[in-house]
């Protein structure tokens, strides 16, 4: 079962049980895959990775709404934008540790060097590639490329 169709079922499941912002939650999730997926001349469709990362994103913009409501001193808005962001947070898959993350890299290195490649600082593009396949989104991209760039020095 994909990501967007297990948020189908879902929207049947919180009618079902009468959750009221789960189900508005998802439903406004679904509407912005759909909103994604018939933008542009040709209409597409998403697969997991990029409906995992739409839902980062709907989950970072409900984070940030909420610090915004905290600061203005609206408790009550921030802790409803809270609740939805952690509905859509469930959708998501675990996050890694830095230790799983480094062992993902520590194993690439490796099999490049069984490879019989010589790795050097111009060899970050052919560590990411697998890396980046294997952490699409369950880790900061930004800190997989200095553990990378680590590795290489």
Known sequence: MTLKERLKAD???HMKAGNKLALTTVRNVLGEITTREKSGKTPVELDDAQVTSLLQKEA???RDTARIYTEA???DRAAAEVAEAEIIEAYLPKALTREEVE???DDAVEALKADGQELSMRSIGAVMKPVTAK???RFDGKTVSEIVRGRLA
């Open 11 to 13: 929207v049947v499941d």
């Open 60 to 62: 970072a913009k409900r």
């Open 73 to 75: 001193g609206e408790a």
């Open 103 to 105: 062992a993902i890299v």
């Open 135 to 137: 952490v699409a989104g």
